[in-house]
């Protein structure tokens, strides 16, 4: 009650007024800037091999010479933390043989979470290694298109339109849509050491050909939801049980520390399923899916967490008989496919059902049929720039809904005795095993439909079992940013 007394205090105030005009009259930053001469933007060599725009008194107020590396590209990077784009010159010195180097000093640099990184490496890779290859189209003096070329991204480095690159090399005579095409780009990718695909048989007791797999976490209402919709639809007569269909000889559901009062409630409704409660001491997704790995004896193994509805168009065949014909044909022509993941990867709204969140429905990947006559598919390539391929920023394998074949990943795994797959000390382990399995060769496919709705956005099972992922530290402003602008989706 007594603030008004230092207002009405005379020095006070003429102290004020003093300050004020001082502060008025001093010229502002940029005009500092300006009479001072001290910096311009420009590009700035950074220890990368390569630029950084930004302001400085060393900056090239130019565009860095292309010419003064093997192969180069201009990276736009979206600081998550701090909202703010930062340009990049990343070069690959014209001496050097290993593009994988560069790419490594060029994450440390910006600090890039494991898949960014990765991204990154792929892109170099892609266009640094390309000169082994043989010339399918030579268009001038400055241009070769090669065997395997990334179309888009060589029409970005050289300022053409990728259109006519794609005609240019189809009617050359080749395909660059191929698998033969795929895979003379992956052999571009220094980490990939993958052997030929033959996928081996694990040493279980194999007695039928499918088995599907939860993992729930004090998500009664949401498990309900997902188990009675999945039964609907494998079991048409009396929507009871999965197990009601003939592909399906087993069930596991793999429960995280649910309460008394859950688990029992989830055994009456399904008591033909199989349910492993775990202890806390082994509470988290990884071990749960490290012990689902485990149990699973079949070759095929549908998952899906507890907050996936199958939609009231889905029948069967879209769940089931669709992706094992896909991961069959797949083996029978080479393509080493681990996943085919249920629904569509044009846009993240597909997850989510929503009308006219998925436009492009079937567009993203390569476009697949079985024997020309059954199922199509879309076949998944990681660090591509082709426009419609929404899904390249992430390496493949992810843990939605989908179809695995289990005997690929041991053919690639057994050297490290099958388990534990999953890192339980890594908070991204997800990813980590994403870019294992990129790394080990195999690939990811989708079918062109939407087939299940992810339901559990209003209650994380990370946030219920007291587990943090790094996006879940972040501030409230940046939190719903962190997912969409943390994907290395630049643009080159």
């Keep these: 009650?007594?603030?008004?007394?230092?207002?009405?205090?005379?020095?006070?105030?003429?102290?004020?007024?003093?300050?004020?005009?001082?502060?008025?009259?001093?010229?502002?930053?940029?005009?500092?800037?300006?009479?001072?001469?001290?910096?311009?933007?420009?590009y700035v060599r950074r220890g990368f091999w390569g630029y950084e725009l930004t302001h400085s008194k060393h900056a090239i107020p130019k565009e860095p010479d292309r010419d003064e590396f093997r192969?180069?590209?201009?990276?736009?990077?979206?600081?998550?933390?701090?909202?703010?784009?930062?340009?990049?010159?990343?070069?690959?010195?014209?001496?050097?043989?290993?593009?994988?180097?560069?790419?490594?000093a060029f994450c440390e640099y910006i600090d890039a979470e494991p898949v960014k990184c990765r991204w990154i490496t792929?892109?170099?890779?892609?266009?640094?290694?390309?000169?082994?290859?043989?010339?399918?189209?030579?268009?001038?003096?400055?241009?070769?298109?090669r065997f395997g070329d990334d179309l888009h991204q060589m029409a970005v480095y050289y300022n053409v339109d990728a259109l006519a690159l794609e005609e240019a090399v189809r009617t050359a005579g080749y395909d660059p849509e191929s698998t033969q095409w795929l895979q003379a780009r992956a052999e571009r990718d220094l980490l990939i050491a993958a052997p030929p695909f033959s996928p081996k048989k694990r040493n279980k007791s194999l007695h039928c050909e499918l088995t599907i797999g939860l993992t729930t976490c004090k998500r009664l209402r949401h498990f309900q939801v997902t188990m009675?919709?999945?039964?609907?639809?494998?079991?048409?007569?009396?929507?009871?049980?999965?197990?009601?269909?003939?592909?399906?000889?087993?069930?596991?559901?793999?429960?995280?520390?649910?309460?008394?009062?859950?688990?029992?409630?989830?055994?009456?409704?399904?008591?033909?399923?199989?349910?492993?409660?775990?202890?806390?001491?082994?509470?988290?997704?990884?071990?749960?899916?490290?012990?689902?790995?485990?149990l699973v004896e079949s070759r095929y193994?549908?998952?899906?967490?507890?907050?996936?509805?199958?939609?009231?168009?889905?029948?069967?065949?879209?769940?089931?008989?669709?992706?094992?014909?896909?991961?069959?044909y797949a083996e029978s022509i080479g393509e080493p496919l681990l996943q085919v993941l249920l629904n569509d990867q044009s846009s993240r709204g597909c997850a989510y059902a929503i009308p006219n969140e998925c436009p492009a429905l079937g567009s993203a990947g390569w476009p697949r049929q079985v024997n020309d006559t059954g199922p199509r598919y879309s076949l998944h390539e990681f660090g591509i720039l082709h426009p419609n391929h929404a899904f390249t920023y992430w390496p493949g394998f992810t843990l939605n809904p989908a179809l695995w074949d289990l005997y690929a990943l041991v053919q690639d795994f057994s050297d490290v005795g099958f388990l534990p797959i999953f890192d339980t000390e890594d908070r991204r382990f997800e990813q980590a095993f994403s870019l294992k399995v990129y790394d080990a060769g195999l690939m990811v496919a989708y079918l062109p439909r939407v087939s299940l709705a992810h339901i559990g956005v209003d209650e994380s099972a990370y946030g219920l079992n007291n587990f943090t992922r790094p996006w879940d530290e972040l501030p409230s402003s940046n939190k719903n940013n962190y997912d969409k602008r943390h994907r290395p989706r630049d643009e080159l």
Excluded at 16 to 35: A, F, S, Y
Excluded at 98 to 104: E, G, P, R, S, Y
Excluded at 261 to 282: C, G, I, N, T, Y
Excluded at 305 to 328: F, I, M, Q, R, S
Aim: proline share 6%; with cysteine; glycine share 2%.
């Design 71 to 104: 192969y180069s590209v201009k990276l736009f990077h979206p600081d998550p933390r701090t909202g703010i784009d930062s340009t990049y010159f990343v070069g690959i010195p014209r001496d050097a043989t290993n593009a994988t180097l560069t790419a490594q």
């Design 228 to 294: 009675r919709a999945l039964s609907r639809v494998l079991d048409p007569v009396n929507a009871s049980s999965p197990l009601a269909h003939p592909l399906v000889c087993r069930v596991y559901v793999v429960d995280d520390t649910s309460s008394e009062f859950d688990k029992l409630q989830m055994a009456r409704e399904w008591p033909d399923l199989d349910f492993v409660h775990k202890s806390p001491k082994f509470r988290g997704h990884a071990q749960s899916m490290n012990l689902l790995m485990r």
């Design 122 to 145: 792929t892109v170099l890779q892609n266009g640094a290694h390309r000169s082994h290859a043989h010339v399918v189209v030579h268009l001038s003096d400055s241009i070769d298109l």
């Design 301 to 328: 193994f549908l998952y899906l967490e507890d907050d996936w509805l199958t939609l009231n168009h889905v029948t069967a065949n879209h769940l089931l008989d669709e992706p094992l014909a896909v991961l069959k």
């Design 1 to 42: 009650e007594r603030n008004h007394l230092l207002y009405e205090d005379l020095s006070v105030v003429t102290e004020w007024e003093h300050m004020l005009k001082t502060i008025v009259k001093q010229p502002r930053p940029h005009q500092l800037k300006d009479q001072k001469n001290t910096s311009i933007l420009g």
